[in-house]
């Protein structure tokens, strides 16, 4: 069974730095498109940040753009996501998608999902 495995999140103060990863041992992500969302309480779910392989394309959602960044480690099957300057607005639960080739990561088409972490910020 695909399994996607979310790691890191926490709490935070605004302005600080937290990182996640995600991780398997059951997919090579190495043909799927990664995407990070995320979903704050009682708003709908939205991708934050894809990573399309093959066309070495990172997309960012203009609320994260300069803030956070992606990075892979393909020996480690891990997908990194480094949160930097935080805000309250990004308390959320955040997940990892991925999906089968280098498509969009939307929030209906993505193939698997990982169970989340939640990351709060909060002075």
């Known amino acids: 069974q695909l399994q996607l495995v979310e790691s890191g999140g926490g709490l935070a103060q605004p302005g600080g730095s937290l990182g996640l990863a995600c991780s398997s041992s059951t997919v090579s992500f190495q043909d799927y498109s990664i995407g990070w969302f995320r979903q704050a309480p009682g708003k709908e779910r939205e991708a934050v940040i894809c990573m399309r392989p093959g066309r070495d394309m990172v997309t960012y959602a203009d609320s994260v753009k300069g803030r956070f960044t992606v990075s892979r480690d393909s020996a480690k099957n891990t997908v990194y996501l480094q949160m930097d300057s935080l805000k309250p607005e990004d308390t959320a639960t955040y997940y990892c998608?991925?999906?089968?080739?280098?498509?969009?990561?939307?929030?209906?088409?993505?193939?698997?999902w990982g169970k989340g972490t939640l990351v709060a910020v909060s002075s």
């Open positions: 998608a991925i999906r089968l080739l280098s498509n969009p990561c939307t929030v209906d088409a993505m193939d698997y």
